[in-house]
Protein backbone atom coordinates (compact mmCIF):
# COMPACT_ATOMS: atom_id res chain seq x y z
CA UNK A 1 0.00 0.00 0.00
CA UNK A 2 1.30 3.25 -0.96
CA UNK A 3 2.18 5.46 1.67
CA UNK A 4 3.98 9.13 2.09
CA UNK A 5 4.47 10.27 5.59
CA UNK A 6 5.43 13.94 6.24
CA UNK A 7 7.24 15.12 9.43
CA UNK A 8 9.81 18.04 10.98
CA UNK A 9 6.95 20.62 10.92
CA UNK A 10 6.75 22.57 13.90
CA UNK A 11 6.68 26.23 15.66
CA UNK A 12 9.58 28.64 14.50
CA UNK A 13 10.38 32.16 15.00
CA UNK A 14 10.47 34.49 11.51
CA UNK A 15 13.52 34.56 9.83
CA UNK A 16 14.79 30.57 11.21
CA UNK A 17 15.17 27.86 9.17
CA UNK A 18 13.17 24.14 9.23
CA UNK A 19 13.78 20.80 7.24
CA UNK A 20 10.36 18.41 6.43
CA UNK A 21 10.52 14.74 5.58
CA UNK A 22 8.58 12.76 3.61
CA UNK A 23 9.31 8.71 4.49
CA UNK A 24 7.85 7.08 1.21
CA UNK A 25 6.75 3.29 1.10
CA UNK A 26 4.58 0.64 -0.48
CA UNK A 27 5.94 1.79 -4.33
CA UNK A 28 9.29 2.14 -6.04
CA UNK A 29 9.88 5.76 -5.21
CA UNK A 30 12.80 6.39 -7.69
CA UNK A 31 10.21 5.60 -10.30
CA UNK A 32 7.89 8.26 -9.48
CA UNK A 33 8.51 12.43 -9.54
CA UNK A 34 7.32 14.09 -6.38
CA UNK A 35 5.98 17.52 -5.09
CA UNK A 36 5.60 19.69 -2.12
CA UNK A 37 2.15 21.54 -1.61
CA UNK A 38 1.12 23.90 1.20
CA UNK A 39 -2.26 24.75 2.56
CA UNK A 40 -2.73 27.72 4.68
CA UNK A 41 -6.61 27.31 6.99
CA UNK A 42 -9.21 27.82 4.90
CA UNK A 43 -7.55 28.12 1.92
CA UNK A 44 -7.06 26.43 -1.17
CA UNK A 45 -3.71 24.11 -2.09
CA UNK A 46 -0.75 25.53 -2.68
CA UNK A 47 1.33 23.95 -5.48
CA UNK A 48 5.33 24.68 -3.61
CA UNK A 49 8.32 22.04 -5.20
CA UNK A 50 8.61 19.24 -7.89
CA UNK A 51 11.40 17.55 -8.08
CA UNK A 52 12.16 14.80 -10.84
CA UNK A 53 12.24 10.70 -10.13
CA UNK A 54 16.40 10.99 -10.39
CA UNK A 55 16.40 13.89 -8.49
CA UNK A 56 18.17 15.79 -11.35
CA UNK A 57 15.01 18.45 -12.22
CA UNK A 58 13.20 20.91 -9.80
CA UNK A 59 10.55 23.42 -9.71
CA UNK A 60 9.80 25.96 -7.68
CA UNK A 61 6.71 28.65 -6.98
CA UNK A 62 7.61 32.03 -7.16
CA UNK A 63 6.51 32.44 -3.88
CA UNK A 64 9.45 29.69 -1.96
CA UNK A 65 11.89 30.31 -5.00
CA UNK A 66 15.44 31.23 -3.76
CA UNK A 67 14.08 30.14 0.08
CA UNK A 68 12.98 26.44 -0.83
CA UNK A 69 14.88 23.57 -1.48
CA UNK A 70 13.71 20.15 -2.55
CA UNK A 71 15.68 17.32 -2.68
CA UNK A 72 15.65 13.46 -2.24
CA UNK A 73 17.19 10.33 -1.18
CA UNK A 74 16.53 7.29 -3.30
CA UNK A 75 18.46 5.12 -1.41
CA UNK A 76 16.08 6.17 1.40
CA UNK A 77 12.78 6.31 0.08
CA UNK A 78 12.79 10.16 1.68
CA UNK A 79 12.00 13.25 -0.06
CA UNK A 80 13.15 16.65 1.65
CA UNK A 81 11.88 20.48 1.84
CA UNK A 82 14.68 22.57 3.22
CA UNK A 83 12.87 25.69 3.79
CA UNK A 84 15.44 29.06 5.27
CA UNK A 85 13.92 32.81 5.94
CA UNK A 86 10.42 31.62 6.97
CA UNK A 87 8.15 34.19 7.25
CA UNK A 88 4.51 34.24 8.85
CA UNK A 89 3.01 33.82 5.44
CA UNK A 90 4.63 30.38 5.35
CA UNK A 91 2.68 28.97 8.61
CA UNK A 92 0.37 25.84 6.87
CA UNK A 93 -0.19 22.64 6.65
CA UNK A 94 2.72 21.27 4.20
CA UNK A 95 2.07 18.29 2.38
CA UNK A 96 4.23 15.88 0.18
CA UNK A 97 2.66 13.76 -2.92
CA UNK A 98 3.23 11.07 -5.02
CA UNK A 99 3.30 12.61 -8.68
CA UNK A 100 3.01 10.34 -11.95
CA UNK A 101 6.18 8.21 -13.22
CA UNK A 102 6.65 10.38 -16.30
CA UNK A 103 7.46 14.16 -17.17
CA UNK A 104 3.89 14.56 -18.14
CA UNK A 105 2.16 13.56 -15.19
CA UNK A 106 4.72 14.79 -12.70
CA UNK A 107 1.90 17.08 -11.45
CA UNK A 108 -0.63 14.39 -11.15
CA UNK A 109 -0.77 13.75 -7.79
CA UNK A 110 -2.57 10.13 -6.23
CA UNK A 111 -0.95 9.98 -2.92
CA UNK A 112 -0.56 12.25 -0.09
CA UNK A 113 0.87 12.30 3.43
CA UNK A 114 -1.23 13.65 6.48
CA UNK A 115 0.69 16.76 6.50
CA UNK A 116 2.61 18.75 9.08
CA UNK A 117 1.68 21.77 10.30
CA UNK A 118 4.74 24.62 10.31
CA UNK A 119 3.90 27.96 12.34
CA UNK A 120 5.81 30.84 12.01
CA UNK A 121 5.44 32.97 14.80
CA UNK B 1 -2.92 29.20 -15.21
CA UNK B 2 -5.39 30.84 -13.50
CA UNK B 3 -7.84 28.67 -12.54
CA UNK B 4 -11.73 30.15 -11.93
CA UNK B 5 -14.18 27.59 -10.14
CA UNK B 6 -17.98 28.15 -9.51
CA UNK B 7 -19.57 28.14 -7.55
CA UNK B 8 -17.96 28.54 -4.32
CA UNK B 9 -20.36 26.69 -2.22
CA UNK B 10 -23.67 25.19 -3.21
CA UNK B 11 -26.50 23.18 -0.50
CA UNK B 12 -27.42 19.61 -2.05
CA UNK B 13 -29.84 17.31 -0.32
CA UNK B 14 -28.59 13.51 -0.63
CA UNK B 15 -29.55 12.02 -4.25
CA UNK B 16 -28.90 15.40 -5.81
CA UNK B 17 -26.81 15.79 -9.11
CA UNK B 18 -24.48 18.23 -8.47
CA UNK B 19 -22.27 19.80 -10.93
CA UNK B 20 -19.39 22.46 -10.39
CA UNK B 21 -17.53 23.84 -13.42
CA UNK B 22 -13.57 25.38 -13.47
CA UNK B 23 -12.43 27.64 -15.91
CA UNK B 24 -8.66 27.98 -17.37
CA UNK B 25 -6.75 31.11 -18.63
CA UNK B 26 -5.73 28.86 -20.96
CA UNK B 27 -7.05 26.88 -24.03
CA UNK B 28 -9.46 24.28 -23.02
CA UNK B 29 -7.89 21.64 -25.48
CA UNK B 30 -4.07 21.66 -24.22
CA UNK B 31 -4.84 21.32 -20.51
CA UNK B 32 -7.48 18.73 -20.92
CA UNK B 33 -5.01 16.25 -19.90
CA UNK B 34 -3.69 17.98 -17.39
CA UNK B 35 -7.00 18.49 -15.24
CA UNK B 36 -7.25 16.87 -12.28
CA UNK B 37 -9.91 17.30 -9.71
CA UNK B 38 -9.40 16.80 -6.18
CA UNK B 39 -11.69 16.18 -2.91
CA UNK B 40 -10.86 17.21 0.76
CA UNK B 41 -12.41 16.86 3.76
CA UNK B 42 -11.79 18.61 7.21
CA UNK B 43 -8.52 17.95 8.64
CA UNK B 44 -7.28 15.50 5.58
CA UNK B 45 -5.67 15.25 2.23
CA UNK B 46 -6.88 16.42 -0.67
CA UNK B 47 -8.01 13.18 -2.19
CA UNK B 48 -7.40 12.57 -6.54
CA UNK B 49 -10.69 12.16 -8.10
CA UNK B 50 -10.41 12.53 -11.63
CA UNK B 51 -7.23 12.83 -13.78
CA UNK B 52 -7.06 14.09 -17.33
CA UNK B 53 -10.27 15.73 -17.51
CA UNK B 54 -12.50 12.50 -17.54
CA UNK B 55 -10.45 9.61 -15.89
CA UNK B 56 -12.03 8.05 -13.00
CA UNK B 57 -8.88 7.41 -10.10
CA UNK B 58 -9.19 3.94 -8.86
CA UNK B 59 -11.16 3.14 -5.85
CA UNK B 60 -13.51 6.38 -6.74
CA UNK B 61 -16.75 5.63 -6.87
CA UNK B 62 -18.63 5.70 -10.94
CA UNK B 63 -21.46 8.49 -9.48
CA UNK B 64 -18.09 10.88 -10.13
CA UNK B 65 -17.57 12.18 -13.46
CA UNK B 66 -15.38 14.64 -14.99
CA UNK B 67 -16.26 16.09 -18.36
CA UNK B 68 -15.90 19.45 -20.61
CA UNK B 69 -17.89 21.62 -22.12
CA UNK B 70 -17.28 24.57 -24.35
CA UNK B 71 -14.36 26.04 -22.84
CA UNK B 72 -15.37 24.79 -19.25
CA UNK B 73 -14.47 21.64 -17.17
CA UNK B 74 -17.05 20.02 -15.11
CA UNK B 75 -17.43 17.60 -11.93
CA UNK B 76 -20.39 15.79 -11.94
CA UNK B 77 -21.56 14.16 -8.72
CA UNK B 78 -24.61 12.11 -9.34
CA UNK B 79 -26.94 11.10 -6.44
CA UNK B 80 -24.95 12.67 -4.08
CA UNK B 81 -24.26 10.67 -1.31
CA UNK B 82 -23.28 11.80 2.45
CA UNK B 83 -19.84 10.94 2.45
CA UNK B 84 -19.71 13.13 -0.24
CA UNK B 85 -19.87 16.64 1.50
CA UNK B 86 -16.41 17.90 1.33
CA UNK B 87 -14.90 20.78 -0.63
CA UNK B 88 -13.89 20.26 -4.05
CA UNK B 89 -11.03 21.92 -6.21
CA UNK B 90 -9.95 21.59 -10.02
CA UNK B 91 -5.92 21.61 -10.72
CA UNK B 92 -3.97 22.00 -13.44
CA UNK B 93 -0.83 20.02 -14.14
CA UNK B 94 0.13 20.98 -17.50
CA UNK B 95 2.44 23.85 -16.36
CA UNK B 96 4.14 25.12 -13.19
CA UNK B 97 3.37 26.49 -11.21
CA UNK B 98 0.86 24.03 -10.70
CA UNK B 99 -2.39 25.90 -9.80
CA UNK B 100 -6.12 24.79 -8.45
CA UNK B 101 -9.20 26.95 -8.72
CA UNK B 102 -10.52 28.50 -5.19
CA UNK B 103 -12.59 25.25 -4.52
CA UNK B 104 -16.77 24.38 -4.20
CA UNK B 105 -17.67 23.25 -0.72
CA UNK B 106 -20.48 20.84 -1.35
CA UNK B 107 -22.92 21.24 1.82
CA UNK B 108 -25.71 19.66 3.01
CA UNK B 109 -29.43 21.67 2.14
Known amino acids: QVHVVESGGGLVKPGESLRLSCAAS????????MNWFRQAPGKRPEWLSY????????DYADSVQGRFSVSRDNDKNILYLQMKSLTVDDTAVYYCARGGMTTLTRGRCDSWGQGTLVSVS | IQMTQTPSSLSASLGDRVIITCRAGQARPSINSYLNWYQQKPGKAPRLLIF???SLESGVPSRFRGGASGTDFTLTIDSLQFEDFATYYCHQSYSVPFTFGQGTKVELK
Open chain 1, 51 to 58: ISDDGGHS
Open chain 1, 26 to 33: GFLFSDFH
Open chain 2, 52 to 54: ATS
